[in-house]
Nanobody, 115 residues
Framework: QVQLVESGGGVVQPGGSLRLSCAAS????????MGWYRQAPGKQRELVAV???????NYTGSVKGRFTISRDNAKNTVYLQMNSLKAEDTAVYYC?????????WGHGTQVTVSS
């Protein structure tokens, strides 16, 4: 069982930056594919970025060039660096750990981009 705890959300002005962190419990972190998802009010949850156990990354089109996902297996942590934030990035951001068709989710952290 993996437990995930997100942190780093908050309120930021358009054009600003935030770094989200997701700390995972357990000692098998390195074998999980890790992802960040987000859900805005009235919308479905969507994939933002993923980093595989082998370090391959992928991003949804709207965040390419602005967001960077990374992981530190020694710290059991995955990060999402978000730059040039826009109002449409406002959402609850969730951390996900996936392996063998089993998903684990954190409780989410709110990101609000507003002037």
């Amino acid at each position: 069982q993996v437990q995930l705890v997100e942190s780093g959300g908050g309120v930021v002005q358009p054009g600003g930056s935030l770094r989200l962190s997701c700390a995972a419990s357990g000692n098998s972190f390195s074998i999980y594919d890790m992802g960040w998802y987000r859900q805005a009010p009235g919308k479905q949850r969507e994939l933002v970025a993923v980093i595989t156990s082998g370090g391959i990354t992928n991003y949804t089109g709207s965040v390419k060039g602005r967001f960077t996902i990374s992981r530190d297996n020694a710290k059991n942590t995955v990060y999402l660096q978000m730059n040039s934030l826009k109002a449409e990035d406002t959402a609850v951001y969730y951390c996900n750990a996936a392996r063998s068709m089993v998903d684990h989710w954190g409780h989410g952290t709110q990101v609000t981009v507003s002037s």
